[in-house]
């Protein structure tokens, strides 16, 4: 599992390790990595031109101590600082002595790997005029590494508050902190590399999943199994308008660990001659899933499925005037997908309010319905009470098409039928589907029946 970290820990850690290590031995230690990292992306070291983007504090200080690294090995290495008068006094000592040089502005002709450190994770809101200025002289062409998270990233929320450097790969040190893994932040991070610097970290704030992970969730049936033991999925989904919803929820549901799906609506016709396997009617299940493509005039059905003492994941239009105060007196799980616009609503905010500040707005609607809540979105999250946020790492952008929420809402009721937690289900359930989405699509547009006819291809390659 990949674990990030809030600044706050990270700053705590490092003061902690600081205390017991001469002094400028961990900024040595993050260097060195960071040089590394470097090394290995240039065709060779010797000869190469690399320039360093240097702003006045500890990450300014990363960036000159790892260009002195690589000015020893050959390398042409030009510092340019965003304030001449504030540079890291021990690092530009360094880099001189290694024979690199200083310029007020990132120097013509070619240029191989450009070295971010202009702002650390303590950095907030937008850049300042000076850093903005440099980043628009980064030249095209040039591989951008980020020491720590791009320069104008939210380190804590992955908010981008007007101009940021968006590299092609970030070295963080210590930890990974929880702006790398979720967007805006993380589509301009580039890929990761984690720097051990020997800290000593508590609990984390984001998670995450990886195949392990998920393997270790999935249900898996024994010698005594039944349909029944395994769990019954009940889905209310469709209508006459939208009966394709009811087909891609049951889709998802039937593929998602469940011994049996119940289906409920309008839409049976159109369920029956797709998956026959399929129970219709009312009966007993251990799990529901209500909502998608019910259109108007439906709330009493979503509200008898709240009523009943079983795990419910609501989605789409089972989302629409749901009772904060309620739902957090249900005793049993309930789970939650919103996109951003139907989050919003949830919030009585304006959707770009959502998108900007997507790590707040899962907490908020987490802690106010009393539910595991699962945005869906760039970068799907998933959030549950206090403790720490799940970050789904799978999936494509061709996710973005009619009916493929629908499918992830089946997945995840089936989930939970099986008897994972609401927290689980909804992880599980996200990273199966980008898994299942990215092996559909293939750099090609993707529908969302395919989606669900990838899923079991998806769980074989989990549980390998």
């Not at 310029?103 to 303590?122: F, H, K, S």
């Not at 979105?377 to 973005?400: D, E, F, I, M």
């Amino acid at each position: 599992m990949r674990t990030a970290y809030s600044v706050e820990k990270v700053r705590a850690a490092e003061r902690e390790l600081m205390r017991r290590l001469p002094d400028g031995a961990l900024m040595q230690r993050a260097a060195a990595g960071l040089a590394a990292v470097c090394a290995g992306l240039l065709t060779r070291v010797y000869g190469a031109r690399v320039v360093l983007l240097v702003g006045p504090g500890d990450n300014g200080g990363d960036a000159l101590h790892a260009g002195a690294r690589l000015a020893r090995r050959g390398a042409g290495v030009t510092a340019v600082p965003m304030d001449p008068e504030r540079v890291h006094a021990g690092g530009l000592a360094a880099l001189r002595a290694a024979g690199g040089r200083l310029a007020e502005r990132v120097p013509g002709g070619r240029v191989d790997l450009v070295l971010d450190g202009l702002v650390g994770i303590g950095g907030r809101g937008g850049l300042r005029p000076a850093a903005a200025a440099l980043v628009e002289q980064i030249p095209a062409g040039a591989v951008v590494v980020a020491v720590d998270l791009p320069s104008g990233v939210d380190a804590d929320t992955g908010e981008v508050a007007g101009e940021a450097v968006r590299a092609d790969v970030t070295v963080t040190f210590g930890a990974y902190k929880p702006g790398l893994l979720i967007d805006p932040g993380a589509s301009r991070a580039g890929a990761l590399r984690l720097v051990d610097i020997g800290l000593a970290l508590g609990a984390p704030d984001a998670q995450a999943l990886q195949h392990a992970d998920v393997a270790r969730l999935l249900p898996v049936p024994t010698a005594s199994s039944d349909k029944y033991r395994r769990g019954v999925v009940g889905v209310v989904a469709g209508s006459a308008q939208y009966p394709g919803a009811a087909v891609l929820a049951v889709a998802g549901a039937l593929r998602g660990g469940a011994g049996a799906v119940r289906y409920v609506g309008p839409a049976a016709e159109a369920v029956l001659a797709r998956y026959p396997e399929v129970l219709i009617g009312p009966g007993r299940v251990q799990s529901w899933v209500v909502g998608p493509g019910l259109g108007e005039g439906r709330a009493g059905e979503v509200a008898r499925c709240l009523a009943e003492p079983v795990p419910v994941l609501v989605d789409a239009d089972g989302l629409r005037g749901l009772d904060a105060g309620a739902l957090r007196e249900r005793a049993a799980p309930m789970v939650l997908t919103p996109h951003a616009g139907e989050a919003a609503a949830l919030l009585g905010v304006a959707r770009e309010s959502v998108e900007a500040g997507r790590l707040a707005a899962v907490r908020e609607l987490a802690g106010r319905y009393g539910a595991t809540v699962l945005l869906k979105g760039s970068t799907t999250l998933v959030a549950s009470g206090g403790g720490a946020v799940r970050v789904n790492p799978t999936g494509t952008p061709w996710l973005a098409t009619a009916g493929s929420g629908d499918v992830l809402s089946g997945l995840g009721g089936s989930l939970l039928a099986a008897g994972l937690p609401g927290a689980d289900a909804a992880s599980v359930a996200a990273y199966l589907h980008g898994l299942a989405a990215r092996r559909g699509a293939s750099g090609a547009p993707l529908l969302a029946h395919q989606v669900a006819q990838a899923l079991p291809d998806a769980w074989r390659d989990v549980s390998r």
